[in-house]
């Protein structure tokens, strides 16, 4: 039995090392939501509430033990890139977003090469995992190159009010 082939999720042909800004999502393995504390979302709403989201606003989510360390290790990409900026990001139950900056004029030299996106991503994924001694993330990562300011901006609005729609959410399990 032949197995299912991955269909490609990167742009063919395009440098994931060059200069500019990169809108990441990553899932946890099955989608299990392992981030945030267990029961935040509508804990603040009763049974047969009528228009609740509306009148009392839902509890900010808290991060679990292994949300936190994730959180942590988003927060120091910067500090094993150089060239890498972190510009927004949430952690959701099963699921983080990211944009991410590369710069390539941060005083590199020439010969020295610029981590691609994949490298990035993919070392934050396994300090993660090791950290919380079990594999945490699916394969892969989805990745959108973020063309212009109008586009940047639709995604940064996306990232902000990601927790609140979070009932929404194609990731909702």
């Known amino acids: 039995m032949e197995l299912p082939r991955r269909k490609p999720n990167r742009l063919p042909e395009y440098d994931y090392s060059r200069a500019g800004y990169y809108f990441i999502t990553v899932c946890t393995k099955d989608k299990r ?3 945030w504390a267990p029961a935040i979302y509508g804990s603040t709403l009763q049974t047969g509430d009528v228009g609740a989201d509306i009148i009392r606003p839902i509890q900010a989510p808290s ?3 292994i949300g ?3 959180e942590q290790a988003i ?3 910067p500090a094993h890139y150089s060239n890498v900026r972190l510009d927004k990001y ?3 139950p099963n ?3 990211l944009i991410l900056a590369i710069d390539q004029s941060v005083g590199r030299m ?3 090469p610029t981590k691609s996106l994949s490298t990035i991503v993919g070392s934050m994924k396994r300090y993660t995992s090791k950290m919380v001694g079990f594999p945490l993330w699916q394969k892969s990562f989805h990745d959108h190159v973020i063309r212009n300011e109008a586009d940047y901006l639709r995604v940064w609005d ?3 009010t990601n927790p609140l729609k979070w009932r929404e959410d194609c990731y909702y399990v």
């Open 75 to 77: 927060r120091e990409i």
């Open 33 to 35: 939501p392992v981030l």
């Open 63 to 65: 991060l679990s033990e």
């Open 158 to 160: 996306y990232i902000d």
């Open 110 to 112: 020439i010969s020295a």
């Open 90 to 92: 949430v952690v959701m």
């Open 95 to 97: 699921h983080i977003h």
């Open 68 to 70: 936190s360390m994730v």
